[in-house]
């Protein structure tokens, strides 16, 4: 039985009759054996366990159920009939999932409080834990000119991680500073979309310089007395 390759969310059902054709009633235990096992959540079959068939064409019906909700590789797993330690294979059942295989270490990106015209960067690490590569590409059109993100284009091999630098270089004056919804298309994947916050302060004026103005202030006004 083929299952399909599925997607995150989707389902699928199916049914088969399970019948005894020899002479005899049969008494017997109902196994899914899979390696690695499946998460009941992902793959269920219903009914399991100890069941019970009469000869000449006793039948139940078995009720598969495939809703993935994670990524899963191409399986194959066996349902057996164990009776008093002697297995028979009853069915074969295929299946996978393509999940939700790149994403970003974060979906946000908090520079804090910066101070006008000056420039920070910072790291985010885009994750490939697909079976194959991937071309990834960043819609910087609707990017504001204070923020860039380096590379825009280029592929991540299959198990990989791929760097990115943020860079940004407020320039109007905001305590709330907040970018949503920054696309990069993946073939293949969901859309990935990334957030950036922080705020622009004004340069403040050090010390020294108030005390020497000061001082210039003062000097000043002792001469127009004298």
Known sequence: MKLGCLTLGEKVNKQVVLANDSLLDLSFNLILNSNPSLDLKDL????????????????????????????????????????KGFFHHLLTIEGCCKGDDVHLDCSQVS????????????????????????????????????????????????????????????????????????????DGSPLIKLTVTGSCVPPSISKEVRLNSLFTYKYKCFMSLK
């Open 111 to 186: 520079f804090g409080a910066m101070v006008q015209n000056c420039q920070t960067n910072r790291r985010i690490v885009m994750m490939n834990t697909n079976d194959t590569t991937v071309r990834f590409h960043w819609q910087t059109q609707g990017f504001p000119a204070e923020l860039l993100i380096r590379p825009v284009k280029g592929y991540i091999c299959p198990g990989k991680d791929f760097p990115f630098e943020v860079t940004f270089t407020p320039v109007k004056l905001s305590d709330d500073i907040r970018y949503e919804n920054l696309s990069c298309f993946i």
């Open 44 to 83: 269920s079959v219903s009914p399991l366990g100890e069941m019970k068939l009469k000869s000449c064409g006793g039948s139940c019906k078995l009720q598969i159920q495939f809703s993935p909700q994670q990524h899963i590789a191409p399986f194959s797993v066996t349902l057996q009939a164990e009776f």
